[in-house]
């Protein structure tokens, strides 16, 4: 969506929208960490975000690559920065032809700053002089796909302080094609409402998108508003002067300063404010709080299905998924990107060659074996990781091999009752209440267009040990309403669905549209969530050591237990669900495993066979018998 539009539908709902601002990290943890923070802050309910331009090199490359993450794993809608600088022609289209496949279309496009060994700015060779030489480049190249945004200086840029020659460039920049204009941060709103009026008077009728820095300490304020060279009004100076050694107190002041500067603004006419967040969320969060912009119960945040979309090529009409990866987005994401087909914009055919298949993409545990150990420690019995469990509903840990991101609000109704489960050594992967009919507006439930109704049955998707899975069994045989599916991680499958096809377990009803069904469980997709889901428990497993209990434990674990999903197909009966489950409990719960007695390495080394003059190896540690 360009952002002329989401602009356009402002004005015309009265409704204010804003937007994010990101930069690529210097690190590989620093990247995986704002991919976390960026996912969270989607539920803010930006309308965009926009990521930085790192000139040359291996930070150019990570702007692309987040470009292509936020658009296609996160489905959020993203305007890409393109400098100049380090520019030639061939990686401007380069970087343009990433950004197109990516399914973007926005680019803010910037002359940049000179790089740091030289003093004053120069075009590369082949590249481009000034920004209005790109923005021709691209509306040439790709005609009306990419909206293109250009840069505003209501205080001036570095090295040009002419404000009348400075509003002639903005001028030609969008003669030649600009759609918009972002300015530089400012915190003088007079001055900002004088220079759009200069604006307007030079005829340029374009969205403008004023450019807003949250304060998150006093000293990193100070540092970007003198490398801004950006005024302070002094009554600001005044209220953050007395307070400048408590962060919380310089916080809790700044955000009601930046709140005022965003009503002034507001005030005159503008609809859409963009954020500088440093890649840091508390700062942007306290300021919306303060505006009273984030999502509530009257104003939710806009979302078409109840999980996020993809705006990635081939997958935008995407409408249906399998509820097996709602906490593996990306890897869902990832794996079904090559699938053959998307039929009736669906998620893609199970007689693709590439469907359930894992190599190729990546799906495994993520962090090192050391941070993993750190994050969820060394369990030594079962009690151990559903303590794990336990402590992730309860939102002491943000994440569990099975489960990307922090738990959400929505399994707040049903949360004592899965505490109860896991502490009984039943370990929940994945879960949802049954929803009767709440508005489509809901805070939590809500999802699709307004007057609507949506419904979901209470589903269960849980790690069984097999004693308790042979209890469990004839107990859902025995109720009517409960369908389920079960595998172990060498393929013992069993269950008493009464077809192969999908069976919906979420559903909306809108006026003047045909019943949505956009979450399903159905046998092939179970099955390929399957193997992810025993790779992750086994991947877990080998952040430990060999011969350590919990190295034992986990693959003890992974090797015996079912993955075991449950369907109560009445939604009208929310308990049911963990009604089957009563008096259940494993065994010997916090009995710590046995490990083997390690054999001597003479011992090891003399059963090696060999054959053909290769040692063969199961992959356990242990040579095979030829």
């Given at each position: 969506?360009?952002?002329?539009?989401?602009?356009?539908?402002a004005e015309r709902t009265g409704q204010p929208s804003f937007s994010f601002e990101f930069f690529p990290p210097k690190t590989a943890q620093g990247v995986q960490n704002l991919y976390d923070r960026m996912e969270r802050m989607y539920d803010f309910g930006p309308k965009f975000i926009d990521i930085t331009w790192g000139a040359g090199g291996r930070i150019a490359e990570l702007t692309c690559d987040m470009v292509?993450?936020?658009?296609?794993?996160?489905?959020?809608?993203?305007?890409?920065?393109?400098?100049?600088?380090?520019?030639?022609?061939?990686?401007?289209?380069?970087?343009?032809?990433?950004?197109?496949?990516?399914?973007c279309t926005n680019i803010l496009a910037l002359r940049g700053d000179p790089p740091r060994e030289k003093e004053k700015w120069e075009a590369t060779e082949g590249g481009f002089q000034y920004a209005r030489d790109l923005v021709a480049h691209i509306r040439k190249l790709y005609g009306n796909h990419f909206d293109i945004g250009v840069a505003g200086y209501p205080e001036g840029c570095d090295d040009n302080k002419?404000?009348?020659?400075?509003?002639?460039?903005?001028?030609?920049?969008?003669?030649?094609?600009?759609?918009?204009?972002?300015?530089?941060?400012?915190?003088?709103?007079?001055?900002?409402?004088?220079?759009?009026?200069?604006?307007?008077?030079?005829?340029?009728?374009?969205?403008?998108v004023p450019g807003i820095m949250p304060i998150a300490t006093y000293a990193s304020f100070m540092r970007r508003a003198s490398h801004m060279n950006c005024r302070v009004p002094d009554d600001w100076m005044a209220t953050l002067e007395p307070i400048k050694n408590n962060d919380s107190a310089v916080r809790e002041a700044g955000k009601t300063l930046v709140a005022q500067l965003c009503r002034k603004i507001m005030?005159?006419?503008?609809?859409?404010?963009?954020?500088?967040?440093?890649?840091?969320?508390?700062?942007?969060?306290?300021?919306?709080?303060?505006?009273?912009?984030?999502?509530?119960?009257?104003?939710?945040?806009?979302?078409?299905?109840?999980?996020?979309?993809?705006?990635?090529?081939?997958?935008?009409?995407?409408?249906?998924?399998?509820?097996?990866?709602?906490?593996?987005?990306?890897?869902?994401?990832?794996?079904?990107?090559?699938?053959?087909?998307?039929?009736?914009?669906?998620?893609?055919?199970?007689?693709?060659?590439?469907?359930?298949?894992?190599?190729?993409?990546?799906?495994?545990?993520?962090?090192?074996?050391?941070?993993?150990?750190?994050?969820?420690?060394?369990?030594?019995?079962?009690?151990?990781?559903?303590?794990?469990?336990?402590?992730?509903?309860?939102?002491?840990?943000?994440?569990?091999?099975?489960?990307?991101?922090?738990?959400?609000?929505?399994?707040?109704?049903?949360?004592?009752?899965?505490?109860?489960?896991?502490?009984?050594?039943?370990?929940?992967?994945?879960?949802?209440?049954?929803?009767?009919?709440?508005?489509?507006?809901?805070?939590?439930?809500?999802?699709?267009?307004?007057?609507?109704?949506?419904?979901?049955?209470?589903?269960?998707?849980?790690?069984?040990?097999?004693?308790?899975?042979?209890?469990?069994?004839?107990?859902?045989?025995?109720?009517?309403?409960?369908?389920?599916?079960?595998?172990?991680?060498?393929?013992?499958?069993?269950?008493?669905?009464?077809?192969?096809?999908?069976?919906?377990?979420?559903?909306?009803?809108?006026?003047?549209?045909?019943?949505?069904?956009?979450?399903?469980?159905?046998?092939?997709?179970?099955?390929?969530?399957?193997?992810?889901?025993?790779?992750?428990?086994?991947?877990?497993?080998?952040?430990?050591?060999?011969?350590?209990?919990?190295?034992?434990?986990?693959?003890?674990?992974?090797?015996?237990?079912?993955?075991?999903?449950?369907?109560?197909?009445?939604?009208?009966?929310?308990?049911?669900?963990?009604?089957?489950?009563?008096?259940?409990?494993?065994?010997?719960?916090?009995?710590?495993?046995?490990?083997?007695?390690?054999?001597?390495?003479?011992?090891?080394?003399?059963?090696?066979?060999?054959?053909?003059?290769?040692?063969?190896?199961?992959?356990?540690?242990?040579?095979?018998?030829?």
């Amino acid at each position: 969506m360009h952002i002329n539009e989401m602009i356009a539908d402002a004005e015309r709902t009265g409704q204010p929208s804003f937007s994010f601002e990101f930069f690529p990290p210097k690190t590989a943890q620093g990247v995986q960490n704002l991919y976390d923070r960026m996912e969270r802050m989607y539920d803010f309910g930006p309308k965009f975000i926009d990521i930085t331009w790192g000139a040359g090199g291996r930070i150019a490359e990570l702007t692309c690559d987040m470009v292509l993450q936020a658009q296609t794993f996160f489905g959020l809608e993203t305007c890409m920065h393109l400098t100049c600088t380090d520019m030639g022609e061939a990686k401007v289209n380069e970087a343009l032809q990433k950004a197109y496949k990516a399914g973007c279309t926005n680019i803010l496009a910037l002359r940049g700053d000179p790089p740091r060994e030289k003093e004053k700015w120069e075009a590369t060779e082949g590249g481009f002089q000034y920004a209005r030489d790109l923005v021709a480049h691209i509306r040439k190249l790709y005609g009306n796909h990419f909206d293109i945004g250009v840069a505003g200086y209501p205080e001036g840029c570095d090295d040009n302080k002419d404000e009348e020659l400075l509003l002639d460039h903005l001028k030609e920049k969008v003669d030649m094609g600009g759609t918009f204009i972002v300015t530089q941060m400012f915190y003088d709103a007079d001055n900002f409402v004088r220079w759009v009026g200069k604006v307007r008077e030079r005829g340029i009728r374009v969205p403008i998108v004023p450019g807003i820095m949250p304060i998150a300490t006093y000293a990193s304020f100070m540092r970007r508003a003198s490398h801004m060279n950006c005024r302070v009004p002094d009554d600001w100076m005044a209220t953050l002067e007395p307070i400048k050694n408590n962060d919380s107190a310089v916080r809790e002041a700044g955000k009601t300063l930046v709140a005022q500067l965003c009503r002034k603004i507001m005030s005159a006419g503008i609809v859409h404010l963009h954020f500088y967040t440093m890649n840091l969320a508390q700062a942007t969060r306290m300021v919306l709080e303060e505006l009273d912009w984030m999502p509530t119960t009257t104003r939710p945040r806009t979302q078409a299905l109840p999980w996020k979309q993809s705006l990635g090529f081939g997958r935008r009409e995407e409408d249906v998924r399998p509820i097996f990866w709602r906490n593996r987005g990306k890897s869902y994401i990832s794996r079904t990107q090559d699938w053959d087909e998307f039929p009736n914009g669906r998620w893609g055919d199970s007689r693709s060659p590439a469907f359930g298949e894992l190599d190729a993409y990546g799906i495994g545990l993520t962090g090192t074996n050391e941070s993993n150990r750190e994050k969820w420690g060394e369990p030594q019995t079962v009690k151990d990781i559903a303590n794990l469990f336990v402590r992730y509903l309860e939102k002491d840990l943000e994440s569990l091999p099975w489960s990307e991101a922090p738990l959400t609000s929505e399994a707040d109704s049903i949360k004592e009752d899965l505490i109860k489960l896991n502490q009984r050594g039943l370990l929940t992967v994945n879960s949802q209440p049954a929803v009767n009919g709440v508005k489509s507006t809901h805070p939590v439930h809500g999802w699709g267009p307004p007057h609507g109704y949506v419904y979901q049955k209470s589903y269960l998707e849980l790690l069984v040990a097999p004693e308790l899975f042979e209890e469990i069994l004839p107990r859902i045989h025995a109720h009517p309403d409960l369908s389920y599916y079960a595998v172990t991680r060498s393929g013992t499958y069993k269950s008493n669905a009464p077809s192969e096809g999908p069976n919906a377990v979420t559903w909306g009803v809108f006026p003047g549209k045909e019943i949505v069904q956009p979450t399903i469980v159905e046998s092939i997709s179970f099955l390929a969530w399957k193997d992810e889901a025993f790779r992750l428990g086994m991947d877990w497993a080998h952040c430990h050591d060999a011969n350590t209990p919990s190295r034992v434990l986990i693959e003890k674990m992974m090797n015996d237990w079912y993955l075991v999903n449950i369907v109560n197909n009445d939604f009208h009966q929310p308990k049911t669900i963990f009604e089957l489950f009563d008096g259940l409990a494993v065994k010997d719960l916090d009995v710590p495993v046995s490990v083997p007695a390690q054999v001597p390495e003479s011992q090891v080394n003399e059963a090696v066979k060999v054959t053909n003059g290769v040692p063969t190896n199961n992959g356990n540690g242990v040579a095979a018998s030829a």
